[in-house]
């Protein structure tokens, strides 16, 4: 009894407290009983001659629960029967609960001798939406947020999707968005949760300053950043949106200008980003510390790993004494010195460049010390990243396989390779320690990227006035790396429907094999008085012989039409109204050395192609292409570009049939029409082709002066050579095999819609029966 009473006590005290105040009807007795309670409890817990055990748990009972099974939250509370009732194990008990977020609410109690939890507990999410949202679809904002329908809401949860949010809008340049979740409650405990959005106005850029800069201008650094400032011509972009991801790049960009011209002391002091009160603006400013430009004065390589000569490590260096120090051209040095010692089966030597300042003389002595390794070999290849794309087509582009050597130069002509497929985002080839300290694993990371392309296009030139086009196209089909296409183009002069197939790896060999099947109606009425109508196909095959060289064979057969011929049609053309067929051989050897495939600034790529009809068929000739272009980078954004295009028919035992002869002019040669350039009709003025043309190109491709995002670009260029040649049968003809010559200017914009290309050019030297054009304008898109 006296155990009961004092236990009795302590949940009074312990669980009751005392209250603000004392009702007036319980009076002294109320503050009697509650003094008595304190005192026994103080005996219980002092006294072991009062009190002969401590109070256990003997029931634990559940209210207020709906989903949540009440053994279930006796599990979470660390609480059993039969065990010691203390301060501490309540507190567990509470946290446990508390921490399952399950619960908005919990209290404990006690019923005689059993432990009453109450509990209230958390909504589940019904519905989960966004309003206001105008600039960030529902998709984006969904993607960074926790909570979900049919999840438990919590407050805490709530605001840390709130928080990740701000920081969405605030990465796309809203500084002023406002998020505000309200609840909408439902029946079953359940709610709608609704992330009410004040988007805001963009904040804008509107300073950048840059402070201590002597030796290069404002202007010529605020191109070298990424950041701009904000202006109307801006609109389609994001780079006068700040992101303090884009500022820490500015001053890795600012770093790497400097110390690529010589400044290795450069550093940026510091970016201080200073946004107005009203959150409408930013202020940025950048202050460097140049110091002095710095020459190199010695260069050496030092090593001992076997089989390895320093002399000739350091033969592989280009840079020399007097040079400008560069911190490009040291990361491409190192790059060198891996390639070369990786190719001798190294792969995970260390190189550590060694600078040693002479700061009075402005000089630097540099050493490449390579650290030293064992000869590797190829333990496994993994890969991953690819859901879509199969690993054999992956596989096949990776020129080592286990067991073999290990090759850096292999593994980044791998790389490349994978890159070249067109099916990933990105690709990266990455080596790892094996099992054994000489094994190494090659771990082979794609990003996918979408291969199927539904595009229309729309456009206009003075060539072919409005064009139309749909095209279909998958270049991963079904993850098998093989090319589909089906596509349809219109314009006023040409129409032209098309399908073609290859398959990369034909019978899991590394041969290409395609067939290409088109039917077209072109319209030559303007400069030949007929229409050529044209249905066949070709079936290919091709290989690489080298990384830059590949060849490809075809076999085509067509039919062609020449028809709609004109009463007045040069004698000619009439001549050869029409159906021929044409059976032809062919091959082409294509070889290409440009740094870059779509803006090429170094390098060349040469065409060469064969083809011989006479296979069956009406049509006997052999015609031959040839097209060199060179590109030479001048400046840092400036190009020269030297090319020649020429092309010879020759008849085998007949006349060459029109259309299989050279139409001269527009694209081609610029400064005289379609066709404008070759042999014509002295009656009738009809272009009738040239068995023979060669038209040399040189043109200076350099930037406007204007912001890069403009993408705007000059042209000065000047094209020259001769169309001629021509079996007419009697016919008198205009056939003027002397050289001509054009000069012209132009501009490309790589508009948000397209590119567009206008070009204005002169004949300087032009023979009789040319046709000259001063105006040359194209455009198009494709969405």
Known sequence: MIYRKLQRAYWTVYWGGFPDRVPQEQGQDYMTSRLAAIFGLFLLLVSGVAVAQTPVVEDIRVEGNQRIEAE???????????????????????KGLFGTGLFSDVKMGQDGSTIVVQVVENPIINRLAFEGNKKLDDEVLAAEIQLRPRIVYTRAKVQSDVQRLLQVYRASGRFSARIEPKIIQLPQNRIDLVYEITEGDTT????????????????????????????????????????????????????????????????????????????????????????????????????????????????????????TYSAKEIGKINKILKDA????????????????????????DITFNIGQGRRNYIERINISGNTRTLDEVIRREIKLVEGDAYDAAQIQRSERRIRALGFFADAKLKT????????????????????????????FSTAEALI????????????????????????????????????????????????????????????????????????????????????????????????????????FIQQ????????????????????????????????????FAGLGGSVRDLRTRFRHTQFFGIGENSTLKLGVNSGYVLGLGEDIRINRRFFIGGDSFRGFEASGVGPRDQATDDAIGAEMFAVGT?????????????????????????????????????????PRMTAGIGITWNSPFGPLLIDLAQPIVEQNGDKDELFRFSFGTRF
């Open 468 to 571: 139309g086009d749909v095209s279909l196209r998958e270049r991963n089909f079904l993850g098998r790396g093989q090319d589909v296409r089906l596509a349809f183009s219109l314009s006023l002069r040409r129409r032209q429907l098309d399908f073609s197939f290859t398959e990369p790896y034909f019978m899991d060999m590394p041969i290409s094999a395609g067939i290409d099947l088109f039917n077209t109606n072109s319209d030559f009425q303007s400069q030949s008085s007929f229409t050529q109508k044209s249905i066949g196909g070709k079936l290919r095959t091709g290989m690489s012989l080298t990384d830059a060289l590949r060849l490809t064979l075809d076999y085509g057969l067509r039919q062609d039409e020449i028809a709609d011929v004109d009463a007045n049609a040069s004698q």
């Open 204 to 323: 804008e850029i509107r300073s950048i300053r840059i402070l201590g800069n002597k030796a290069f201008s404002d202007g010529t650094l605020k191109e070298v950043i990424s950041t701009r400032e904000s202006a109307f011509w801006r609109l389609l972009g994001s780079s006068d949106v700040y992101s303090q991801g884009r500022v820490e790049l500015d001053q890795a960009l600012l770093d790497g200008y400097y110390k690529d011209r010589g400044y290795y002391d450069f550093r940026v002091v510091s970016a201080n980003v200073e946004l107005t009160p009203d959150q409408k603006a930013f202020f940025i400013t950048y202050t460097v510390e140049e110091g002095e430009k710095y020459n190199i004065r010695k260069i050496d390589v030092a090593t001992n790993l076997k089989n390895t000569n320093p002399k000739e490590l350091r033969a592989l260096i280009e840079a020399e004494p007097g040079d």
């Open 341 to 364: 010692v990786g190719g001798k089966g190294f792969a995970f030597v260390n190189i550590r460049e060694q600078v040693k300042p002479d700061r009075e003389k402005r000089t630097l």
């Open 432 to 459: 790892e320690q094996g099992s054994a300290a000489d094994k190494a694993i090659i771990n082979v990371e794609v990003e996918e990227q979408p291969t199927g392309e539904l595009s229309v296009g729309a456009g």
């Open 576 to 611: 050869q109204a029409g159906v021929a067929t044409t059976s032809s051989v062919g091959y082409s050897l294509r070889y290409d050395l440009r740094d870059d495939p779509i803006r090429p600034r170094a390098g060349s790529v040469t065409t060469l192609r064969q083809e």
């Open 72 to 94: 279930t939250v006796r599990s979470y509370m660390n609480l059993r029967r039969g065990t010691p009732l203390t301060p501490a194990a309540v507190n567990r008990a509470l």
């Open 698 to 738: 040189a043109e200076f491709i350099f930037p406007l002066g204007l912001p890069e995002e403009f993408g705007l670009f000059g042209r000065v260029f000047s094209d020259f050579g001769t169309a001629t040649g021509v079996d007419a049968n009697g016919v008198p003809v205009i056939d003027e095999a002397a």
